[in-house]
């Protein structure tokens, strides 16, 4: 896994991204030291079916962009393979 994380230029907004280059699902524990996410974030999620998947024209997209809501920060995260996660979390 590449995971990273980053604060928002204002630092009320944590970003952490997590890239699963694999071919098979992985989970990574997170602790925050020295700010508290909100209750409630944003995933933005690219997961394939597959290393191949493709975008072409009059096809329906084989590579999409999910976004969802989430609740709490967990602290293990799981990410699908061949993903790209994005966690937004305002910070109290």
Same mark, same amino acid.
């Given at each position: 896994l590449?995971?990273?994380?980053? $604060?928002? &230029? /204002? !630092?009320?907004? #944590?970003?952490?991204?997590?890239?699963?280059?694999?071919?098979? &699902?992985?989970?990574? @524990? #997170?602790?925050?030291?020295?700010a508290?996410?909100?209750?409630?974030? !944003? #995933?933005?999620?690219?997961?394939? /079916?597959?290393? /191949?998947?493709?975008?072409?024209?009059? @096809? @329906?997209? &084989?590579? %999409?962009? /999910?976004? %969802?809501? $989430?609740?709490? $920060?967990?602290?293990?995260?799981?990410? !699908?393979?061949? *993903?790209?996660?994005?966690? *937004?979390?305002? $910070? %109290?």
């Amino acid at each position: 896994l590449d995971v990273s994380a980053a $604060l928002s &230029e /204002d !630092r009320r907004t #944590l970003a952490i991204a997590v890239l699963n280059p694999s071919d098979s &699902e992985q989970s990574v @524990k #997170l602790t925050i030291n020295g700010a508290k996410p909100a209750s409630a974030g !944003r #995933l933005w999620r690219m997961a394939p /079916d597959s290393i /191949d998947a493709t975008v072409q024209v009059d @096809k @329906k997209p &084989e590579v %999409q962009v /999910d976004e %969802q809501t $989430l609740g709490a $920060l967990p602290g293990t995260i799981t990410v !699908r393979p061949f *993903s790209v996660n994005i966690y *937004s979390y305002p $910070l %109290q």
